[in-house]
């Protein structure tokens, strides 16, 4: 995200800036609206972490703002927001899972903390699995969640159950960002991270059960193309094919998994993205981690008609 940057320098600057960014954006975010309330039309700061709303018709979406520090939904139609859930009194939250129990739960990787937010309630701390906390996911059943970490300073991946007890699936691994599970079970996450940024981001899988760490060699129909700039999340479609985001020089790509072959989605129009969630429809969702838009690849006409989506007004 920040040109020829070093990982390590990457995470020292884009961390100063996220304290000093939800410090001065604290004051501007709207209180908790339910959705039973109005809820003002403020667009977020970012558009982080995102998934889909389970057996919501139309893709409502919840996005992670960690500039913003809050939780929001919106309609992937029209953008109008319909919940609002600030956490910037515990963390700035960047990614999040929505559970069984309806209560949302997000990782905040300034502070290391993982937080549950009731429906209408208000955030509170669910673990402390420690700093560089980021991508997440609920797990089948929806009553726990796995999360791992977006620096070196944990290679852990964790299981959090919605009572707060943890355990170790796996660790010595990569550092991760977004991650989501595909029908075959397994957790397709993102590698390289920002060390990856000039070329050497990849796809892998975990499985859950074993902790099995198992890498995808990707293939490229662009030419001299050998990895993504800065692999920052994935997700994975009903029919298995995987979907990857590429933060540097953003664009999307879809991945069959059997054989490595990676296809160009489409290219942002946004200048950097942050994470990546395909919709029941079909529908690719690229995240812009500035700004309170998202680019939408639409299929059509077996190719993708790429779209800006604003969030709010």
Not at 46 to 63: D, R, S, T
Not at 188 to 193: A, C, I, L, Q
Not at 274 to 298: K, P
Request: net charge negative; charged share 15%; proline share 8%.
């Amino acid at each position: 995200m920040a040109g020829m940057l070093g990982a390590s320098s990457f995470r020292a600057r884009i961390g100063a800036v996220v304290v000093g960014a939800v410090a001065l954006a604290s004051a501007c975010v709207p209180g908790p609206t339910g959705p039973e309330g109005g809820v003002p039309q403020n667009p977020p700061f970012g558009v982080n972490g995102a998934v889909q709303e389970p057996g919501a018709e139309g893709g409502e979406v919840w996005v992670a703002d960690i500039f913003g520090a809050q939780l929001i939904r919106f309609d992937a139609e029209t953008g109008t927001i319909a919940e609002r859930y600030p956490t910037g009194s515990i963390c700035a939250v960047d990614d999040v899972a929505v559970m069984a129990d309806d209560s949302l739960v997000a990782t905040c990787p300034s502070t290391g903390l993982v937080v549950r937010v009731p429906r209408g309630g208000t955030p509170e701390v669910l673990a402390r699995p420690g700093k560089g906390v980021n991508p997440i996911v609920a797990e089948p059943g929806g009553t726990s969640v796995l999360v791992g970490f977006g620096t070196e300073d944990h290679d852990e991946l964790i299981r959090i159950h919605l009572d707060g007890t943890t355990e170790v699936v796996a660790d010595d691994l990569p550092t991760l960002n977004g991650f989501g599970f595909g029908p075959d079970g397994l957790l397709y996450v993102p590698t390289g991270g920002a060390g990856g940024l000039l070329g050497t981001g990849g796809l892998a899988t975990i499985d859950p059960a074993t902790g099995a760490f198992t890498d995808i060699p990707l293939i490229f129909s662009e030419a001299g193309k050998t990895g993504l700039d800065f692999a920052c999340g994935v997700d994975v479609g009903a029919d298995g094919t995987a979907y990857v985001a590429q933060c540097a020089n953003p664009s999307a790509y879809a991945v069959d998994p059997s054989t490595g072959e990676a296809t160009l989605v489409g290219r942002s129009p946004l200048p950097i993205a942050d994470n990546i969630l395909v919709l029941d429809d079909g529908r690719v969702i690229l995240s812009g981690f500035f700004g309170g838009q998202a680019a939408v690849f639409t299929p059509a006409g077996g190719g993708w008609t790429p779209s800006v989506l604003a969030i709010g007004s």
